[in-house]
Structure formats: C-alpha cells, structure tokens
C-alpha cells in the first residue's frame, strides 16, 4: 500500500475529514440540499425525482456489488481510525461522490454558458472525485482497484443518468427552452 509509506500527520485529519465528507451522511445532506434546491426552489420535481433516482442506483450498486463480489479491504492495522467492517470492492465512497459531484456538475453545466466556466465545474467534479478515493487511500480503508471500480461505475451511472434524461426531455428537463 503505497499510500502508507507517505503519512504525514498534518495530512491525516484533512483526509480524515475529506472522507467523512464523502461518506454516507455528508452526500445524503448534500444531495438532499440539492435535491430540495432543484425541487422547491427551482420547481423542477422531474430533474429533482431525475437526481434521486440516480443516486438511488449508486446507492443500490455500491450495495449489492459489494454484496456480490465480497472483496475484504486492506487490514485494520493499515487503516487510520477504525477499522472497516464491510466489503471494500467497490469504493462506495468513491462510487457515491462521483454520481452526486457528477449531477451537481450536470445541474452547473445546463446553467453555465462560457467554456472556462464549464471546464471549471467538470475539473471540479473531477477534483472531488480524486479526494475522496484519495483520502480511502491514505486512509487505508480501500485498494486502488477500489477506488477505480467506484469511480468507472459512478461515470457509467452518471451516463444512464443521461441517456434517461434525454429520454425525459432533455433541455427543458433542466429548464431550458429548446429552440
């Protein structure tokens, strides 16, 4: 595990803290801000019940791939904090912060007219991406693979995600007129 070799004990509460972020409570909160955001404040009940439902799916994947392949994480004496107790294949944490960044990117991207703008937000999704998988490596709680396995079916969630919304109505689905 490469990513024991380079601790540092100044890097350890900010990873701690970027994957607690990506963990269940803090993508539930913020995808439950964004979906309130999207519903209430914007009233576009289908783009909201669009975003749930994709998340549901990353949700239902992490679960019942883990479930399905049992792949047991990196011992506890390499883990910072406690240690795990579920399956690690794939990165759930990777896999969910993906989806939500993706569809927080997707919202931005629908509302974002410049091209620096939008090559903004995809680097931000991106960036998110990376520091959660990164904080699971750090951490000791996943292997690589991991982190590759919950990120590569994030992106393919995110991809139905799309091809439903076009299918729902693409363009105005995120509140912009076709024409």
């Given at each position: 595990?490469?990513?024991?070799?380079?601790?540092?004990?100044?890097?350890?509460?900010?990873?701690?803290?970027?994957?607690?972020?990506?963990?269940?409570?803090?993508?539930?909160a913020l995808m439950m801000a964004?979906?309130?955001?999207?519903?209430?404040?914007?009233?576009?009940?289908?783009?909201?019940?669009?975003?749930?439902?994709?998340?549901?799916?990353?949700?239902?994947?992490?679960?019942?791939?883990?479930?399905?392949?049992?792949?047991?994480?990196?011992?506890?004496?390499?883990?910072?904090?406690?240690?795990?107790?579920?399956?690690?294949?794939?990165?759930?944490?990777?896999?969910?912060?993906?989806?939500?960044?993706?569809?927080?990117?997707?919202?931005?991207?629908?509302?974002?007219?410049?091209?620096?703008?939008?090559?903004?937000?995809?680097?931000?999704?991106?960036?998110?991406?990376?520091?959660?998988?990164?904080?699971?490596?750090?951490?000791?709680?996943?292997?690589?693979?991991?982190?590759?396995?919950?990120?590569?079916?994030?992106?393919?969630?995110?991809?139905?995600?799309?091809?439903?919304?076009?299918?729902?109505?693409?363009?105005?689905?995120?509140?912009?007129?076709?024409?």
């Amino acid at each position: 595990m490469g990513a024991v070799a380079v601790r540092n004990p100044l890097l350890a509460p900010i990873a701690e803290t970027i994957t607690t972020l990506g963990g269940v409570f803090g993508i539930g909160a913020l995808m439950m801000a964004l979906l309130a955001w999207v519903g209430i404040r914007r009233h576009n009940w289908r783009l909201a019940g669009l975003l749930a439902g994709s998340m549901g799916l990353s949700v239902a994947l992490t679960l019942g791939l883990k479930d399905l392949i049992t792949r047991v994480g990196p011992p506890a004496s390499a883990t910072i904090g406690p240690g795990a107790t579920g399956f690690a294949f794939p990165s759930g944490y990777t896999l969910n912060t993906t989806v939500f960044f993706g569809l927080l990117a997707g919202v931005a991207l629908a509302r974002t007219r410049t091209v620096f703008g939008r090559i903004g937000i995809v680097a931000g999704w991106l960036v998110a991406s990376l520091l959660v998988g990164l904080s699971r490596l750090y951490l000791g709680y996943q292997w690589l693979t991991d982190v590759m396995a919950g990120f590569g079916v994030g992106v393919g969630v995110l991809a139905i995600t799309v091809i439903v919304g076009i299918g729902f109505g693409g363009r105005e689905l995120l509140g912009r007129r076709v024409g």
